[in-house]
């Protein structure tokens, strides 16, 4: 009876060892996908079309299919002039030190798949543009403490009175993107350098990321006539002015004048 359950015993500890091995193995690497709408689409566009001028495109681009090219451009980074299919692209790539080799291997074979967002992909989650519209212009605070959107940049009527903002205009965003999956995927880890070190520690929950790509995508195809309120109301202000000049009896200038003297 005890030879029995020291065999079982025996075969079943065998077994065990024998499944760990494959057991690690089943484990779930990066998802190429995700580290790309994190990392990548912010330049080269969750279509993978990239930005003329500036960022190559991904799609039919011969050179991604060099996977140790591709790997050393992601680590070291690339600046200066690129011609992809006859056309020059002149944009700088940092070095992408925050990805590990396994989010690179998986970002790479993402890539060369080809099988990129479409165009017209739907948010997210349960987004809201209405939720998102209050997000963006700071009606309703971030829940771990960032600041809103609207303190640097606009996006559809939300103009900041016309006048200079720190960050661009965000009207078509979700079009430059490729999709509001993709905005709501690259805020999880925003691309500017001068947004990392404000939302260090605060990051946007998948929610608040969800409502404001479903904002964004709410106001892709509007057409905003910008108009600088600021030079209408400074001229509006210096009318008001000059007419009170001119209505001001001129006697009263005078005596106003005299005072001036007499005091002086």
Not at 77 to 83: A, V, Y
Not at 123 to 129: D, F, K, N, T, W
Not at 218 to 242: C, E, F, H, P
């Amino acid at each position: 009876m005890r030879r029995s359950m020291r065999r079982a015993l025996i075969v079943g500890a065998v077994a065990v060892v024998m499944m760990l091995p494959a057991t690690l193995g089943a484990q779930e690497g990066p998802d190429g996908r995700e580290v790309y709408l994190a990392n990548c689409a912010a330049c080269h566009q969750g279509t993978g079309t990239g930005v003329p001028g500036s960022f190559p495109p991904l799609v039919n681009n011969p050179n991604v299919q060099d996977a140790a090219y591709v790997g050393a451009v992601i680590r070291e980074g690339k600046t200066g002039p690129i011609d992809v299919n006859g056309a020059t692209f002149d944009g700088e790539m940092p070095a992408q030190t925050q990805l590990t080799d396994p989010e690179i291997d998986a970002v790479i074979a993402y890539i060369q798949a080809g099988v990129f967002i479409p165009a017209e992909t739907p948010p997210v989650g349960e987004g809201g543009a209405v939720i998102g519209e209050k997000l963006f212009i700071g009606r309703m605070g971030l829940e771990n403490g960032g600041p809103a959107c609207h303190a640097c940049h606009s996006a559809g009527t939300h103009t900041n009175l016309g006048g200079p903002t720190l960050g661009p205009d965000l009207t078509d965003l979700v079009q430059r993107y490729g999709g509001a999956e993709a905005v709501a995927a690259a805020l999880s880890n925003p691309p500017s350098a001068t947004m990392q070190p404000v939302f260090d520690g605060k990051a946007l929950t998948d929610q608040e990321r969800a409502d404001l790509a479903a904002y964004f995508g709410s106001i892709r195809s509007r057409t905003v006539v910008q108009v600088d309120l600021l030079w209408i109301i400074g001229l509006a202000g210096a009318a008001v002015l000059l007419g009170f000049m001119y209505v001001f009896p001129k006697r009263n200038r005078v005596n106003y004048l005299r005072q001036l003297r007499s005091r002086s």
